[in-house]
């Protein structure tokens, strides 16, 4: 069977189950199987591949029709623009989340800092912001050791190994240093909300990195409560809120004396994401 043949199958399975990114999907794995670019396929589309290809093609297909991620098959994802090991002990990284990462690396351009990534799971946002920060270092911290892992595999497939730690512990128990920038993106859903979200994400994404509690804030209040204690003086705090909770995240780290110097909306015009300092 030749490349183009084996996509439309594969899309066609995955339509029948509603998933509506079908053909790229079934793209994005044919391409994983093969070794290639999704380009490549498009330019060889009659070349014929071999029984082993196709049967191992045929598996990743299947894990996608049971709502599995795209990310978790083929166990990476890209976010600003560098390939993340990503699995089930992780979320899978959003393009939302790249929102606090554009004002914070235009702020501290060429500035020597320390940062602090409360619930690292990946590394994704500390490791990028190393990446585009050269003279700074920075620590991720996590509940899941297995996701405190994979942060550790990604700073060493980024080389960023020497500029980054990486510690399994429980935020309450964390009591070490100070940091010019402290970014954290927590669990922030409600409970009430977790069993109306889609099943790619229910059925496979870690529940803990998810759910924030009775109101989604559980998580946020202890964030805001213990970057007011190691965030230095001048140093901003960005984190990552859900939907429609704005108003009373404001409030709580008003209480806390943090002062918001910037809000970043997402495509449907929600704050996203807040950046504040801290009053002396």
Do not use: M, W
């Given at each position: 069977m030749n490349?183009?043949?084996?996509?439309?199958?594969?899309?066609?399975?995955?339509?029948?189950?509603?998933?509506?990114?079908?053909?790229?999907?079934?793209?994005?794995?044919?391409?994983?199987?093969m070794g290639t670019t999704k380009e490549f396929l498009f330019l060889n589309g009659n070349l014929n591949?071999?029984?082993?290809?196709?049967?191992?093609?045929?598996?990743?297909?299947?894990?996608?029709?049971?709502?599995?991620?795209?990310?978790?098959?083929?166990?990476?994802?890209?976010f600003w623009s560098q390939d993340f090991i990503v699995n089930s002990s992780t979320l899978v990284p959003r393009p939302e989340t790249e929102l606090m990462l554009y004002k914070l690396v235009k702020y501290f351009r060429n500035k020597k800092i320390n940062i602090l990534d409360i619930g690292t799971g990946s590394g994704c946002i500390l490791l990028s912001l190393l990446k585009e920060l050269k003279k700074s270092r920075g620590i991720g911290i996590d509940i899941s050791n297995l996701a405190i892992q994979t942060a550790i595999r990604n700073s060493k497939a980024l080389n960023l190994i020497n500029?980054?730690?990486?510690?399994?512990?429980?935020l309450n128990e964390f009591n070490f240093g100070k940091y010019d920038l402290i970014v954290s993106n927590p669990p922030y859903i409600p409970t009430r909300d977790i069993k109306s979200l889609s099943?790619?994400?229910?059925?496979?994404?870690?529940?803990?990195?998810?759910?924030?509690?009775?109101?989604g804030l559980d998580l946020i209040k202890k964030v805001i409560y213990k970057s007011s204690i190691l965030l230095k003086k001048n140093g901003l705090f960005s984190?990552?809120?859900?939907?429609?909770q704005y108003t009373k995240v404001i409030n709580i780290m008003s209480r806390y004396k943090f002062r918001i110097t910037s809000k970043e909306y997402d495509c449907n015009k929600n704050v996203?994401?807040?950046?504040?300092?801290?009053?002396n």
């Open positions: 490349l183009d043949n084996l996509i439309k199958e594969g899309s066609r399975s995955l339509k029948e189950k509603n998933i509506n990114t079908c053909t790229l999907d079934a793209e994005l794995l044919l391409s994983n199987v591949i071999s029984q082993k290809k196709i049967k191992k093609y045929k598996e990743l297909i299947k894990r996608r029709v049971q709502k599995e991620p795209i990310a978790y098959i083929v166990g990476k994802k890209e500029r980054s730690k990486f510690k399994a512990c429980d099943q790619d994400i229910t059925n496979f994404e870690p529940l803990i990195a998810l759910n924030g509690g009775k109101d984190l990552e809120i859900g939907t429609n996203r994401c807040i950046i504040s300092t801290k009053h």
